[in-house]
């Protein structure tokens, strides 16, 4: 029952929809009908407001977070990796939206930080040297999901982490890379915005 536990209560956590919930409390309208239609930190970025795509990013990441640490505390750490998948989950297909969420970026970073947080760092550290060097979210966070597994893998014989840790980053990889399909067309076109630039 743990695993089940897990996957429900983390599920649950990430399916709080907050950059629709705090750009409906800005008053800047339904986040899903600007940009790319997505609940993401990105796509609050495109509204202009840069302190709300913060608290948004800061905040689906921490969702993730607390996932896993809750259910650790509670069950254990077989369970804490099922909470960090159900989140992922959450915040990409969150019931109270219609099943109709984010591309688990943010969250993700979220959950591998509470699951190795080597592991979820040097992912992020990543995402932060390619978003630097091409300005384009998608292509950094793609760049960066596919390298986590591996990441994991590497650590793992150092003591970090476990095979649990990169199967969890490998999961949360796919996720990813198949809620970004439309931004994998994108990029093959050269069509694919940068970041902060409006679609």
């Known amino acids: 029952m743990m695993p089940f536990f897990g996957i429900v209560l983390g599920y649950l956590l990430g399916s709080i929809p907050f950059g629709y919930l705090l750009t409906q409390a800005a008053g800047l309208g339904d986040i899903r009908e600007i940009g790319s239609g997505n609940i993401g930190a990105t796509n609050v970025l495109r509204t202009g407001n840069r302190k709300l795509a913060a608290a948004t990013l800061l905040l689906d990441a921490l969702k993730g977070a607390v996932a896993v640490l809750i259910v650790r505390s509670i069950a254990g750490d077989p369970a804490a990796l099922w909470s960090g998948l159900g989140a992922v989950l959450g915040h990409l297909f969150p019931v109270w939206l219609g099943f109709r969420g984010g591309k688990g970026v943010a969250t993700g970073y979220g959950v591998l930080i509470a699951a190795a947080w080597p592991v979820g760092l040097l992912a992020g550290a990543v995402w932060l040297i390619a978003a630097k060097v091409w300005r384009i979210s998608s ?61």
Request: glycine content about 8%; charged content about 10%.
């Open 139 to 199: 292509a950094s966070a793609l760049l960066s999901f596919a390298l986590a597994p591996v990441i994991a893998l590497v650590l793992w014989p150092l003591g970090i982490g476990s095979w649990g840790v990169a199967l969890l980053a490998l999961a949360i990889a796919v996720l990813v890379f198949a809620r970004h399909h439309q931004n994998i067309r994108r990029l093959l076109d050269g069509t694919e915005p940068r970041i902060g630039q409006r679609t």
